[in-house]
């Protein structure tokens, strides 16, 4: 796996109360860094932007407000920003932010310009950092979800692999606040029955749940993509992944 798309979701990287998991973030940085040590090309899709800004400003429930929520990635995608630059630098590895909007994906010339820029800076050794840029398009022109926007980006860049990192170990056959509920190691193919048991998100902070995950595993698959969900409580999993563990769940 020589290019790999790694995208973390809001309730990797914030506590409970939304304010940065700080230690989780540095772990993750470290890993990507010395991923990227090897000669692997590195992409990091980052949610949180709003999960942040509500920490900021002391917002404990995820308004439904669409300004509120514009104004509150607005406050919270600089702030993750100048964080991820801090953990980054510390491994010695250059970061630059790339806010993304659904044209960017579809139109044919700009998704050129957009893949040459990943390429340029893949090239220099730094690892681009994604959000989509929510702060002001509507919902009607947006992807929605970071999910399915990390395997777009995992298709536009032709990567080997798209890694999922969730407050979850992976997909369980049945909604997980079921206590029989079993991790599946493998799916090969997305059929009704993996749509059937891929529910919304339980947690307050996380937005797409399983939903949007199979989405993005059904865009991956269809182009040759591998995708593994795994949980981000533990930024290592990701070595484990690379190293063939039955970890999470593989899309293949
Ligand atoms: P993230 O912020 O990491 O994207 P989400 O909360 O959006 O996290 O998605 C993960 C959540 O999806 C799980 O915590 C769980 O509540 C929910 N979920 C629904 N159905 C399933 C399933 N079949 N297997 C695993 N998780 C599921």
């Known amino acids: 796996y020589k290019r790999i798309v790694v995208k973390v979701g809001t309730s ?120 989509e840029n929510d702060t002001i398009a509507t919902d009607e022109i947006k992807i929605g979800d970071n999910d399915v926007l990390s395997a777009y980006v995992a298709k536009l860049l032709n990567a080997d692999l798209l890694i999922i990192l969730s407050d979850i170990d992976g997909l369980y056959d049945k909604d997980p606040i079921f206590k029989d509920a079993k991790l599946i190691s493998r799916v090969t193919n997305i059929d009704e029955k993996v749509k059937g048991i891929s529910k919304g998100s339980n947690t307050n902070l996380g937005t797409g749940g399983m939903r949007t995950k199979i989405n993005a595993a059904q865009i991956t698959m269809e182009s040759g993509i591998a995708m593994v969900i795994a949980n981000g409580n533990r930024p290592d999993n990701i070595y484990d992944i690379l190293e063939g563990k039955d970890i999470g769940t593989l899309f293949k």
Do not use: C, W
């Open 12 to 131: 990797t990287l914030t506590h409970p109360s939304g304010k940065l998991n700080l230690l989780r973030i540095e772990r993750l940085a470290m890993v990507l860094s010395d991923l990227a040590n090897q000669g692997r090309d590195i992409v990091l899709v980052t949610s949180g932007a709003i999960g942040v800004g509500m920490g900021k400003l002391g917002f404990e429930e995820r308004p439904t407000d669409i300004a509120l929520k514009q104004a509150l990635a607005a406050v919270g995608q600089g702030m993750l920003m100048q964080i991820y630059e801090k953990m980054f630098s510390e491994f010695g590895r250059v970061v630059a932010q790339i806010l993304i909007t659904k044209e960017d994906i579809f139109f044919e010339d700009r998704n050129k310009n957009a893949m040459n820029t990943f390429n340029e800076l893949l090239r220099h050794g730094i690892i681009p950092i994604v959000n």
